[in-house]
């Protein structure tokens, strides 16, 4: 059942994605980090870069956290994966733990680096 809630979950995580009207995405408050330091931190733009996404708005998305597409993808495999456990009670042939412990390794790498550009960025600006 866990691996059932795992789909519904992403299914209504981009089904409500999808339906939220875009003039909402300006209007989502920032992050803590960011309201305090004027810094981004590395999730800062998440959720807004999600409902741009899923309106059509790929530059927005990419000016806001270049991150939300890989994660859309990773947790739509991540719904497959769970499925097909779900469904014929082993996991599936091209699961396996070493390349989930890359997954996990690269997406720290990704948001690290993201975040040094963008903080970067921010650096230029001030100086």
């Known amino acids: 059942m866990r691996g059932l809630g795992a789909i519904a979950f992403v299914a209504l995580l981009f089904a409500g994605?999808?339906?939220?009207?875009?003039?909402?995405?300006?209007?989502l408050p920032l992050c803590m980090i960011r309201e305090t330091t004027g810094w981004d931190c590395p999730g800062c733009g998440l959720s807004r870069a999600f409902l741009a996404m899923f309106h059509g708005h790929w530059r927005q998305v990419f000016q806001l956290n270049a991150l939300a597409p890989v994660i859309?993808?990773?947790?739509?495999?991540?719904?497959?994966?769970?499925?097909?456990?779900?469904?014929?009670?082993?996991?599936?042939?091209?699961?396996?733990?070493?390349?989930?412990?890359?997954?996990?390794?690269?997406f720290g790498v990704l948001a690290l680096g993201q975040w040094l550009y963008k903080s970067g960025l921010h650096l230029v600006k001030i100086l």
Do not use: C, M, N, Q
């Open 17 to 27: 994605a999808a339906l939220v009207p875009s003039a909402w995405i300006e209007g």
């Open 72 to 106: 859309a993808l990773y947790l739509a495999v991540l719904a497959a994966d769970r499925f097909y456990t779900a469904r014929a009670g082993r996991r599936p042939l091209w699961y396996s733990a070493g390349g989930s412990r890359w997954i996990s390794s690269l």
